[in-house]
Every structure is written in C-alpha cells, then in structure tokens.
C-alpha cells in the first residue's frame, strides 16, 4: 500500500487589530544577526526594537504552535548535546469568508526560503563556523494560484533557532515562517475560517519516516509510534510515515473601524491575579507562590511531594530531611575528582574472606593516587585555561568590530591598537605549540595548548600506575575506582510568574489522537438534514502540489465551522454547532473530528510569551531594617 499521511493537530491563534487597536506601537522586534559580527547579542534590549514597518498592520495575525513532540528536544549526556527534530517547511493558509456568500483566498508560506526578499532574520544554515555565520533573510509568501512548485532546498528549520530558543513561540520572530499577516486588504467587515496545513517538501526529512508504530496490546485498534508521543486508529492499511500537521479557527469577526476586542482571559486586576515568586529553584519559587495562596501546611506537602519525600513527611526528623534535600537542589555539583581504593572479589564460599592488601600494593596504591590526584589538579587547571582563552578570543574580536566601525574614540585610539596586536597574538591557533610546560611559553594560546599537552602526559601516567598496580593483585582483590565528594556552586534563582493567561502547552499529557486522511469528516447531519453534496470554495491543485489529506482537512474545516455551513444547509448556527457537538471522538477505523484545541471558535488571544525587565541597581540598599524606613537613592 502507499504511504499514508499522518494528520497531527497544534493549535492556531488569531490576533484581530482594527484601527483603534494599533494607535500605538507594537514592539513587534525581531532578531539583528548582524550584531554578532561586532560580538554584540542579536536579541533587541528590552523595551528596544521598534519596527516602523509594523505600526499600522491592522489585519488579522495568524500563529500557529507546534504539535509538543516537534518542539521537545532529546539531550545526549555523552556528547553533552540537545537535538530537535526538523519542523515542516510548507504551510498552505486558506481564508474562506463565512455566509452566504463565501469566497476563497489561499496563501503558500515558504518558511525555508533563502532570499535577500525574505522576512525574518536568520543566520545562515550553511555556516560551519562563527566566522561563516553571515545573517540572511528567510520566509515567504505567495498567493497559491501563482504557486508552480513546493519544492525546496535541504531542510533546517527546527522549533529552536541560532541565539533564541522562542524562535517558534514569538510570532513576531517566525514572520512568514511560522506566522502570516493577512492585511484584509479591500476586504469588508464579516466573520472568516483560516485553516492552516503544515506539510515537509522533502518526504526523505519527515522525522516520522525513520520511526516505528507499535501496536497497543491494551487496545488492539490503537497504535503508538516509538519516538513521537502520538497514537494513530488507522483500522487497515500500512501505518503512516508523512507528517500533516493542521489546524483551523473560525468565526474571526474583522471590521477594520470596529472597537478593539480583548481577550476573554485578559488580567484586568493584575495585582489580584497575577502573582510572582522567588526561589532558589523552581520548585521553592512554586512553593513560595502555593504558601501565599494556601498556607504554609499546604506548601511543605507539595514541596515534600517534588522532592520526593512526601512518604516520609510524618516521620521523625522528616523536617531535617527535607530541609537537606531542599539546600542540595540549591547548588550545582562538579566532579570531586577520583580516588582508587583495593576491594576483595566476590567470593564463592559464604564463610571465606579475602586477605587484606599487603603492604607492597598500598603502596603501588598510593602512587597510583598521586598521579590520579595530579591529573585531576591539572585537568581543572586546563579547564579554566581554555575558558580564559575564549574570555580573550571574544576581547579581542569585540575590538575589532568596534575599530572597524570607528567607535574608537581618539584618545584611547593607540591603547586599543596596542591591545589589539597584544590579544592577537595571544589567541592566534596556527602556531604549534608542542610543548607540554606552560610556563615556557610566551603566548596565552601556546600556553593552553602546553598544558593540554601536559595532560595527556599525566593521563598516561595514570594508565601506567593503573596497570602496575592491578598487575600486583591477585584474583581475591580488585581495583575500583570511587568518584571524590563533589564540589558545589550556587544555581541561579528561579523567577515564577502566574495568572497571565492560558498555556501554550495544549498537547494531551499523554498520547495525541491523531488520523490518516479517510478518518477526516465528509458529512454532517444537522436535525436530520446531511450535508452531502455541499463543497466548500474550491482549492484548486492543478498540478498536484498538495500532500494527502489536505482536500479532506479543506472539507472538513467547512463542515465543522458553523457560519460557513449553516448557510449552505439551510440551518443555524446554532444548530451546527450542536450537530458538531454529537460527532464521536473517537472511531478506531471511522471517521471522527481532531482534537478540539485544533478547531477552536475564534477568540482574541493573551500569551505573554516574553518578558521583559528593567532594573535599578541602588549603591545602598533599598531597605535597611535598622532604618525602619527606605534609603534615599
């Protein structure tokens, strides 16, 4: 059988400004890649960052979210890295006007597009290094009836972008990526369906080719794939291996000299609704915010609970334990270092002991732990070199980038040549520093690269002393090696923020219900009349430009909006609504609508995704309690 499509749903949102809601400026900024050149961060500074180019967009701005599994990253400990998978590169946005005279107007939003014409900053995907990571534009649109291919180059864009882990939360900063503007140009005020569907142009990159769909023993109908959080009732039929993400919003009230509408769940009373915390982690900042609200009992349970120890809550001396436990997570640990210590071997009899070390091995023993002891001495000691090094590259380069652009004021102008030639030297990597004694050498580079030399000599050292002293023991005593008590660091403080609005996290906790094309809905009964027969606008492909499933989603997204469908069968609103709300959840094999977040009615969101901050640093405390009252600045 050929390959099916799997329909995975995310959410849409859908911002509406009129003419009232955009008398002031929207900091909508975006990332400046070109500031990494002068060794400056691309991220506007807060409160910075104004586009002149986004003051006056009234319209309507669409955003979607991910499904969670394409925006959850896998850490590998060996390596010490975080991967994420490729997110889909083809969005077909389709406006259908609800009424009775509904129209059609469709959109292809190339998020890959590499162009000079492109609409968010990005780095380029081809650099291999700092030095190549030029700032390019990516991102288009175009309307779909001059589109002649979907086709694009190798696939890159992922939920995280070079410098910015929102890239894929913050509209703003995924224009024509993963967000569209419709200015409604020459449009009039009414109520309109946006339906967007996510496709990969290159079936070879969809993530889900290279996954496995298991069969649910529980539930013979259900399948669960092994790498995505996502369960498919296909009934027959070869499991699916290409993603279709897709989602629709409907009943979005345009009138372009309308009042503006606010969000339902906008914070009116901010004092009363939303509160902030501190901790030491996230969980003591939660436990802040839950002993405010509930009290302290309630606040000792649930930070008992995250720790571990609600079992032991009751117990005596559970009040120290979990003061323990709470101090520990305050800090990060490093490595101790190693100790190397002689144990005795299993034996096979119950009754026998190994002979204690004799003195000749303690001996070998102790030398091994010398040279363990100074290979851990100047492992450390390397670690802190290098993060010198980088401290003096960055210097340097940053230098630079100012002499260049002639920010160098004149008078400090010879001191800056000086260190310029100084730091130069210093972190220049083409020399080839053989030497393993860092005091030898002249140049801080030369220096590191002497004592990286001087390490592998001591790990050499310490793989001989290994071997010697495993050498001398017998079959009755073995060699360990036992990690040193760690060293500890204080973490950063953890700042929680609540009652601002919904999550973006709409992804059931466990296992989202997704569909293959022939599950999508093709009728619908309202007080006894079907809906068979009745087409939505017409989505024309002439040249097969549209992956599986993307006609029956068009369909679908008609028959389950009330004002598009209402008119055509000769009912209500009201009563299609409740014709949708008696459709099934869940039919192994059938036919039933995805999940509700996907297909919501239209409501004015409030996701404060960003924040920023501004802050005072007094030269004396603000508060003294000896004072009684607060300090002059």
């Known amino acids: 059988m050929a390959e099916s499509c799997l329909l995975v749903p995310m959410r849409l949102d859908a911002m ?44 309507v701005h669409l955003h979607w979210t991910l499904p969670r599994a394409l925006r959850q990253g896998s850490h590998q400990e060996s390596s010490g890295e975080t991967s994420f998978h490729l997110i889909p590169n083809r969005w077909l946005i389709v406006r259908m006007s609800e009424g009775a005279d509904a129209g059609l107007q469709a959109w292809l939003v190339e998020s890959d597009y590499l162009g000079d014409d492109g609409s968010t900053p990005y780095v380029d995907p081809a650099a291999r290094d700092a030095a190549s990571a030029n700032p390019i534009k990516i991102g288009r649109v175009r309307e779909w009836s001059a589109v002649s291919s979907a086709a694009g180059g190798p696939l890159f864009l992922k939920a995280v972008a070079p410098g910015t882990v929102f890239f894929s939360a913050f509209a703003p900063s995924t224009r024509n990526v993963l967000s569209f503007y419709d200015a409604l140009t020459g449009v009039g005020r009414g109520a309109y369906t946006y339906n967007v569907i996510g496709w990969y142009s290159d079936a070879a990159a969809d993530p889900l080719k290279d996954t496995k769909w298991e ?60 509160k902030v915390s501190f901790g030491n982690t996230a969980i003591d900042a939660l436990a802040a915010l839950c002993e405010a609200t509930k009290g302290t009992e309630y606040a000792d349970l649930l930070t008992a609970f995250q720790y571990g ?27 101790g270092g190693t100790l190397w210590t002689i144990i005795p071997a299993e034996q096979p009899e119950e009754n026998s002991a190994a002979d204690p070390p004799t003195p000749e091995e303690l001996a070998e023993l102790a030398k091994l732990n010398d040279a363990q002891s100074e290979l851990d001495r100047q492992t450390r000691i390397f ?18 980038a100012a002499d260049e652009d002639d920010n160098v004021p004149r008078p400090i102008r010879r001191y800056v040549d000086w260190y310029l030639k100084q730091l130069h030297n210093q972190v220049d990597d083409r020399r080839a520093c053989p030497g393993t004694n860092p005091d030898q050498e002249s140049w801080y580079f030369c220096k590191v690269r002497a004592q990286g030399n001087l390490l592998e000599e001591k790990k050499q050292a310490v793989a001989e002393r290994k ?30 923020v609540t009652g601002l609005g919904r999550s973006t996290n709409f992804d059931p906790a466990r296992g989202v219900t997704c569909r293959v094309a022939p599950q999508c809905v093709n009728d619908l009964v309202v007080d006894g ?25 068009h369909l679908e997204s008609m028959l389950l909006s009330p004002g598009l ?14 014709a949708i709300e008696k459709l099934p959840k869940l039919v192994p094999g059938g036919r039933f609508p995805a999940l509700p977040y996907s297909r919501e009615a239209w409501k004015q969101p409030w996701i404060p995704l960003l924040l920023d901050w501004s802050v005072t640093v007094l030269k004396a405390p603000a508060y003294d309690a000896t004072m009684g009252h607060c300090c002059p600045k």
């Open 529 to 553: 009349k079907s809906s068979a027969g009745i087409a939505p606008p017409p989505l024309d492909d002439p040249k097969q430009l549209l992956p599986e499933g993307a006609r029956q989603l």
């Open 565 to 578: 469908l209402a008119p055509r069968i000769g009912k209500t609103p009201a009563q299609v609504a409740a």
């Open 383 to 400: 670690e802190s070199m290098q993060e010198r090094l980088y401290s003096l590259w960055w210097k340097e380069n940053y230098l630079r």
């Open 215 to 274: 069969s649910d023993t529980s539930t013979p109908e259900r399948y669960r794939n092994d790498t995505f959080d996502w369960e498919v009732y296909p009934g027959s039929g070869n499991p699916p291996s290409r993603t279709v993400v897709h989602a629709f919003v409907h009943k979005v009230t345009w009138d372009r000299s309308g009042d503006t509408v606010q969000s339902a769940n906008y914070p009116a009373n901010i004092p009363e609704k939303v």
């Open 309 to 335: 120890l609600l079992e032991e809550f009751d117990d005596p001396g559970s009040a120290e334990r979990l003061n323990s436990s709470i101090r520990q997570q305050w800090y990060g640990a490093a490595s």
């Open 467 to 496: 071997k010697k002293t495993g050498d001398l023991l017998p079959k009755e005593r073995l060699l360990r090696e036992v990690n040193q008590p760690q060293c500890f660091y204080p973490n950063d403080p953890v700042l929680l």
């Open 16 to 59: 509406v400004l009129t003419e009232r809601a955009v008398t002031e400026t929207f900091l909508r900024f975006q990332m400046d890649y070109g500031e990494l050149s002068r060794f400056a961060s691309p991220e506007p500074k807060p409160f910075a960052g104004e586009d002149p180019r986004y003051r006056k967009e009234t319209g």
